[in-house]
């Protein structure tokens, strides 16, 4: 069985073996705060609100103050400087920039976001899956082999979530161990399978339990190495770049309206909501990398090892 409550091993404590060292990400506290983490303090709400608030501006931070930002606004800067003082102004609609830049960001950052929430999801159902075939495998196996087997299992899973972490956090480019782990789940299933003859009934659900375990980590696999089309980042960007020129005639007559300083504050404040988005999707287009600052923490999917049977603890 598993045990009770106080012989689950701390997942900072599991074996060296069991994942590799977590790589650290550029930000340690990339998950939001939450008020049972506060309960502590005199003032819970408020310390929680505190801290939320602060890591909210930190996300903030991380799209805003970058280098492309930075070229943003200094192009902007300069481009409506340059029209104030040589009197190139126009009034140009903005319905142009809708279509042209803020639709394709828009779904763009959509798009980005709902391929992470569908990681998310695939990571669930792989770890649900395998400890479904644990316990599949706990439960049919006879009892002069149950340890042997289920020891077999526990060990398969444990170096496949460590290869997969690996994998996906861009540690390791082979996939060959991988699939070496699923065929020897398959061999160990066959072992079962030849174990006892009524097993052969059901052990057709244990193969299942396998083949979703591939799909989870195919569907994985592909947000890991494929991107949205270099064609449509090279078109959003160019854009993003060549919107602070392209419209400076337009934030130049702003500032013959009502001074300098307004339309230097509105072309630099168009800008950088523009490449700030583009920032947010170029960021969260791979979840595993560890850049972004929503990026999930691949390596914690081995933490389902840590709660199946081991030979040391006593079965109920």
């Known amino acids: ?29 990339g ?48 481009s409506v400087v340059f029209c104030y003082m040589y009197e190139l102004t126009a009034e140009i609609t ?5 279509p042209a830049i803020v639709f394709p960001i828009s779904f763009s950052v959509s798009y980005t976001i709902s391929r992470r929430e569908n ?11 395998a400890v479904c075939l644990y316990v599949a495998t706990r439960e049919w196996a006879p009892p002069h082999r149950k340890s042997e087997l289920t020891k077999k299992v526990k060990d398969t899973l444990t170096d496949l979530f460590s290869n997969i972490s690996k994998f996906l956090a861009h540690e390791e480019k082979n996939v060959s161990k991988i699939y070496r782990d699923f065929d020897v789940l398959y061999r160990v299933l066959e072992d079962l399978r030849v174990s006892d003859t009524w097993i052969n009934s059901v052990i057709s659900r244990a193969y299942q339990y396998v083949r979703f375990m591939m799909l ?36 130049a007559r702003v500032a013959v309206s009502y001074g300098l300083w307004a339309g230097i504050y509105s072309s630099v404040l168009a800008s950088t909501v523009m ?42």
Request: proline share 5%; glycine share 2%.
């Open 216 to 251: 989870d980590f195919e569907r994985l696999r592909v947000v890991h190495d494929f991107r949205q089309p270099a064609t449509f980042h090279g078109f959003t960007l160019f854009y993003c770049l060549m919107f602070p020129i392209l419209f400076a005639p337009t934030f």
């Open 1 to 29: 069985g598993f045990g009770h409550m106080d012989h689950v091993h701390n997942f900072n404590e599991a074996d060296p073996l069991l994942v590799s060292k977590p790589k650290i990400h550029r930000y340690l506290h």
């Open 94 to 98: 903005t319905s142009v920039i809708i």
């Open 275 to 316: 490449i700030s988005l583009y920032n947010i999707n170029h960021d969260e287009e791979d979840p595993f990398d560890g850049i972004g600052f929503d990026d999930l923490d691949i390596h914690l999917i081995a933490e389902a090892p840590l709660h199946m049977w081991r030979e040391d603890l006593e079965s109920w």
């Open 119 to 129: 990681a998310l999801h695939d990571l669930a159902s792989l770890k649900a899956t």
């Open 31 to 78: 998950h939001s705060p939450r008020l049972v983490e506060y309960k502590q303090y005199r003032c819970p709400f408020m310390a929680y609100e505190w801290a939320n608030l602060q890591h909210l501006l930190k996300a903030l931070a991380t799209i805003t103050f970058r280098m492309t930002t930075l070229f943003v606004v200094s192009l902007s800067v300069l």
